[in-house]
């Protein structure tokens, strides 16, 4: 196992710090801060922390390695690797493709000449598994803008979240047409 440098300690130490203070669930994730990543490489382990953090966007160091990997994801570059401690902790990356892998509120269409053409507002999603269960789904576009679909776990172990995916979802709903029950069916 390689070991942190001193200043590589007192970041992730800072951060540790901050997340703490965001979240009581953020003890799972303790052993993910002590895997150092190769120094020109971003770090797996650091933005899979983030990711699985209630808000990422409301921890200042994890808000410029996101948007990296965001920005790396676009350009075709695979997800950071992180040699991590635990069994069953990874992350993965899928791109989004409307409307079967992207979420329904997010799902514009239009019709052409021929066909129904749909768009999902995000390029891709990276899914995070702590101890072999789904734990948050993070839809992202190249610009930094994401969302966070946490499963009903995370969000029992987190207690609070943003809720911009559910908040998001809710619009949605309420704007579908009503459901006419078929007046021929049994």
Known sequence: ???????????????????????????????LAMVAAR?????????????????????????PPVRELFRDLALGRPFPTCAMAG?????????????????????????????????????????????????????WRRDGEAVSEFSPAAKAQLGSWNRRFEDDYAVWAAMQPPVVPDPTAP
Do not use: K
Request: charged fraction near 15%.
């Open 1 to 31: 196992m390689t070991f942190l440098s001193r200043p590589q300690r007192h970041a992730a130490d800072h951060l540790w710090v901050t997340i703490a203070q965001q979240s009581r669930a953020i003890l799972l994730f303790a052993p």
């Open 39 to 63: 120094a020109d490489a971003l770090d797996g382990c650091l933005v899979l922390l983030c990711l699985a953090a209630p808000s990422w966007r409301a921890i200042p160091q994890c808000v």
């Open 87 to 139: 069994a069953g902790n990874s992350a993965s990356h899928q791109w989004a493709s409307a409307p079967d892998f992207c979420p329904p509120q997010y799902v514009s269409s239009f019709d052409t000449e021929n066909s129904t053409q749909y768009d999902c507002a995000f390029e891709g999603a990276v899914s995070v598994s702590i101890r072999g269960e789904p734990f948050v789904r993070t839809w």
